[in-house]
């Protein structure tokens, strides 16, 4: 059974920078994509971004377009989320998740489109 850990949430200041990491366990095939998602207090998980594992294309929500980028590491089955530029707006409790499975669509902003998800980490961001 697939786990997911996720790692590298905290406090930092308007502008700062944060680089969230993601590990898998258990994983016996390549996975299909992994994404990450985001709740703020009070308000519906939404998503960030996503990679499709393969061939690395990468998805983005147009809130983080340009200062978060999603990556890969295959050989270690860990996703990373680099964070830069960040704004109070972007504190949330973020949210790894995995869509272990194949088929021919693939909605990447649905969180139904993922199987597995971790425990969250919280990225707090001061003014």
């Known amino acids: 059974q697939v786990q997911l850990v996720e790692s590298g949430g905290g406090l930092v200041q308007a502008g700062g920078s944060l680089r969230l990491s993601c590990a898998a366990s258990?994983?016996?095939?390549?996975?299909?994509?992994m994404a990450w998602f985001r709740q703020a207090p009070g308000k519906e998980r939404e998503f960030v971004a996503a990679?499709?594992?393969?061939?690395?294309?990468?998805y983005y929500a147009d809130s983080v377009k340009g200062r978060f980028t999603i990556s890969r590491d295959n050989a270690k089955n860990t996703v990373y989320l680099q964070m830069n530029s960040l704004e109070p707006e972007d504190t949330a409790v973020y949210y790894c998740?995995?869509?272990?499975?194949?088929?021919?669509?693939?909605?990447?902003?649905?969180?139904?489109?993922?199987?597995?998800w971790g425990q969250g980490t919280q990225v707090s961001v001061s003014s």
């Open positions: 990679i499709q594992w393969n061939d690395g294309i990468t």
């Open positions: 998740a995995d869509r272990t499975y194949y088929s021919r669509t693939y909605y990447y902003h649905l969180q139904g489109q993922y199987d597995v």
């Open positions: 258990g994983r016996t095939f390549s996975t299909y994509a």
